[in-house]
């Protein structure tokens, strides 16, 4: 699985940035036609718009980011993705259009944002006199957080998820502890400083967005380092620690989401290698932001600005070797006419609903990632409660906080969940598959561990959790390097809580004896990441699994061989 540290933010804003004049706010009675604010507008989503707010009566505005289009590097992608000053400006201009009093809504669907624009966009939020509410359908990650905080009440999906925020002072103030001042190196000091002061005004923000006496409760739970930022913060989580959170979502905003993806021309994931930094850019950040963009896998500039990371090492298993995508690719909608007969087969033999999760070079996601989450919450969203529901399972694993949103969000559905298996499912793809009742494996077909590998940034690789551990048991802190000691802290939390949420998925299927059996195995780190867990391992841990594989599930997969390029990887028909 990928690094933790690096997931919860990823993701590409919507289309092309429209003028701040096309935002969409106002009633269903405004002379002007809404559009979708960060998206191509397109007459679906304009309707879909206009309805929701004849139905509630409000002025609606969005905040809607995703993959839509190429970028030419990761460092555009990343900066592009973010909440940033571009989008506070479009928010502010569509905000001032809002008559005060009106009944205001905003549809949060977003990666994450810096911090300045964040607070000065939940400040206006906070500062609007009428009533407002934040729509969340899908997620809101890490600092996205903060916008929902601001509204009156929350309104998330049934699988819906926010993040947990955790400021860098309380792990820096443990490393400087184990290691003594003295051999603390002057980075770790200087980070401790900068992340003291972030995490008191981030503390303090929390507590203005929320007022009144829970807001205490809600900044120890939230901010207070109990839980990670890559644990999803689901709905039921949000309301036991005080929030104003209800899923009564309306089913206009699921379908709104969908028309947005429809609309560019181009609809392709990116393929990022490059993932440093510029000096001019990396000149601009604030040190919060900074620690924000260290803390998601980038890498800043060093006084040798040529210095990049070893040829290999590419975001999300993609080929490395030139390949470029087809300019000619467009992913197609979520039923594949080519699929769409073995599909169709697959339902009826089995009385189920069939949702593809295929992960391959050239496609619109290559690992578990935002818009697989978005598009299996969709799917999922579609399906009837009770309906079996199978899942064609094909990927090298992906993002933690994804994986785990999708695998709750599977565990939740009522009918019956099998997921087969034809080639491989590995790290968090065994994850979602922890989650079904059934687990359906061709012959030498494979799962893996689900032991999370961190990036460590002077070493410029990847490191299982397992590996950090031991070297901080074998040595002396005084001689390990900060950043390891760092990691080593975060890595005990990381095991501790990978175990209890493999648990969770298992709870209801597995006996308590068997789960623990399965977690350790997989979770502790004594296998290497990528050991291929085979239908005879897996019978041996206790797994539910058989090898009844449909040739169906086969030849999807295989199907997507030839002419893959930009396809989506979540096909789902009905």
Known sequence: MFGKLRQTLFGMTAGPRRGPSDAFSGPAFAPREPQ????????????IVRQLQAERGSHVIGLIHRHQHERETWEQWFFDAMIGEHHLQDFMAAIAQVPPGAKLDII????????????????AIKAHPGETTIFVPHYAHYLATLIALAGDRIVMGPAATLSFLEPADGLLQQVIRQKG?????????????MARNHGRELRA?????????SSGRVVRELVGGKRPPWDPLTARDARAMGLPVSTDMPASLFRLLQACRSAPARDQGVRTVDRHVSPARAGLLMAHDMETVLAHGAILPTFDAALRMPQGFVHGNEE??????????VALESCDITLRPLIAAMEQARGSRVVCIIHQPGMESSSVDTVTTEDVLTALQSTPADKPLDIILHT?????????QIALAVKAHRGRKTVFVPYFAMSGGTVISLAADEIVLAPHAVLGPIDTQFPVQHLKRMMPARAVLDLCAAKRRSRIHDELVELGIECKRSVTQDHASALALMQGTYSRTTAERI????NDGTLTHGFPVTYAHARRLGLNVSTEMPAEAVAIVRAYRRNRWGKRSVIFCG
């Open 36 to 47: 979708i604010f960060g998206t191509q507008g397109s007459s679906a989503s304009d309707e």
């Open 108 to 123: 949060l669907h977003a990666v994450g944002g810096f911090s300045l624009p964040v607070q000065q966009i939940a400040r």
């Open 181 to 193: 001042v003295n051999r603390a190196q002057d980075l770790t000091i200087m980070r401790l400083t």
């Open 205 to 213: 923000f929390v507590g203005e967005m929320l007022g009144g006496t």
């Open 320 to 329: 490395a070797d030139g390949e470029e995508d087809d300019p000619h690719g």
């Open 396 to 404: 090298p694993g992906g993002y933690s906080y994804q994986a785990h």
């Open 519 to 522: 977690a350790h195995t997989l």
